[in-house]
């Protein structure tokens, strides 16, 4: 019982990167704003950026989360019958290490944004 609850909360990160991750790359947010998308200082400078930087990160995004999800459920597999307290330590640990993944892929993404933007958000030649 446990580690079937351990395996959904271990499986909802990636599950949550493959679904934003797909509406954003056929759905952008309508309008740039504080609430909802993906916002950093250089996706919120036009309409452009805002638009790059949605595709971008919802494809990675999408891909990354596909990636997660069979080797998350995978990992979770070698604790199944263990210690209640052992599936816990290892479920919590995957989480923190899908948080890590998920904060590091805005990384490409500013990347890619320096690379076909100036610094005021106009395409570079």
């Known amino acids: 019982m446990e580690w079937g609850f351990m395996l959904i909360v271990v499986l909802l990160i990636p ?3 493959v679904g934003i991750g797909a509406f954003f790359t056929k759905r952008v947010p309508a309008k740039i704003n504080f609430v909802f ?3 950093t200082r250089m996706s919120m400078k036009n309409r452009d950026t805002w638009v790059f930087a ?3 990160s919802g494809k990675l995004w999408r891909n990354i989360g ?3 999800l069979p080797f998350s459920a995978g990992a979770m597999a070698f604790v199944m019958g263990t ?3 052992d599936v816990n330590i290892f479920g919590c640990i995957l989480v923190l290490v899908q948080v890590i993944v998920l904060i590091g ?3 490409p993404t500013e990347l890619a ?3 076909k933007f100036d610094n005021q958000g106009n395409r570079k030649n």
């Open 15 to 17: 599950l949550i990167m």
């Open 37 to 39: 998308g993906y916002r």
């Open 54 to 56: 949605h595709k971008h």
């Open 105 to 107: 892929s805005i990384i």
């Open 83 to 85: 210690e209640v307290v």
């Open 66 to 68: 596909l990636i997660m």
């Open 113 to 115: 944004l320096k690379k």
